[in-house]
């Protein structure tokens, strides 16, 4: 009998109040339980108790999140950041090793926002810290309003277009879709190994996957996660990651008993 395949979904680390916290988004977890069809396990950033190894070796699959917080710049040799970003120390050491060694070993890796970038980043590419101080790039934040609900932030905010060969158009994506857009960073220098799989209008990268992998290995700079059930587009990103994963979570099991 076949099991929901384990899937590992970042934390970012917080502080509230007096106790420190690893979270993960609510609309994550969801995703993964209900569009990948996997068990989401939360993976604390404890990069100094919790080598990357001993995490991959329990895991069918590892969804890397968004977060309002930036990977710190000298991880890509980038200049120091500007006053009051926001930064996880803890998660960079957590999650860039991480996504590294989960490609290599072909664990299937979804990258979403700020795992876009860390996919980007482990892999050897840098970043614009804020893509619409660099010309010709549009504005991709969104503007903040008191009180607006959730949907206004996610709703679509420009066409993406999909480039003919790659991972996005072979899972029947047509050549152009609507995506939200909630980020200030973007790539800057693309990491050796990455493939483009899709363009905002003023040419910012917009997905990446790694062209090398052995497993699906996908990055996406929007926010896929969202309501993922009503859009098919999103939609089957999220089902072709879980395929993935149930795919290396039987390959596993066999392993398992054929050394019983």
């Given amino acids: 009998m076949s099991r929901l395949p384990l899937i590992g979904v970042t934390a970012c680390s917080r502080q509230i109040g007096s106790h420190a916290y690893h ?13 990948a069809q996997g068990l989401p396990v939360i993976l604390a950033s404890m990069a100094q108790l ?29 200049q120091a950041s500007e006053p009051g970003t926001a930064h996880d120390s803890a998660r960079d050491a957590a999650t860039l090793p991480l996504l590294d060694a989960a490609v290599e070993a072909g664990v299937p890796v979804l990258g979403i926002c700020r795992g876009f970038q860390e996919m980007n980043v482990a892999l050897g590419g840098s970043l614009h810290q804020s893509v619409h101080q660099v010309p010709p790039f549009m504005d991709h934040r969104h503007a903040e309003v008191p009180g607006q609900p959730l949907d206004a932030w996610y709703a679509p905010a420009h066409e993406l277009f999909i480039e003919a060969d790659g991972v996005l158009a072979g899972l029947g994506l047509p050549e152009t879709i609507q995506v939200n857009s909630i980020h200030a960073q973007g790539i800057e220098r693309l990491a050796p190994g990455l493939k483009v799989e899709a363009r905002a209008p003023d040419g910012l990268i917009e997905a990446v996957s790694v062209e090398a992998s052995k497993a699906f290995a996908l990055g996406v700079q929007w926010h896929p996660e969202w309501q993922v059930s009503c859009n098919p587009h999103y939609l089957a990103i999220f089902r072709a990651f879980g395929d993935a994963c149930r795919k290396r979570a039987k390959q596993r099991d066999a392993e398992a008993s054929y050394n019983a």
């Fill in 50 to 78: 919790l080598a990357p190894s001993d995490i991959l070796d329990g895991l069918d699959g590892i969804l890397f999140t968004g977060s309002p917080s930036n990977i710190e710049p000298f991880h890509y040799q980038g």
């Fill in 23 to 35: 979270i993960s988004g609510d609309e994550y977890v969801q995703a993964v339980a209900t569009a």
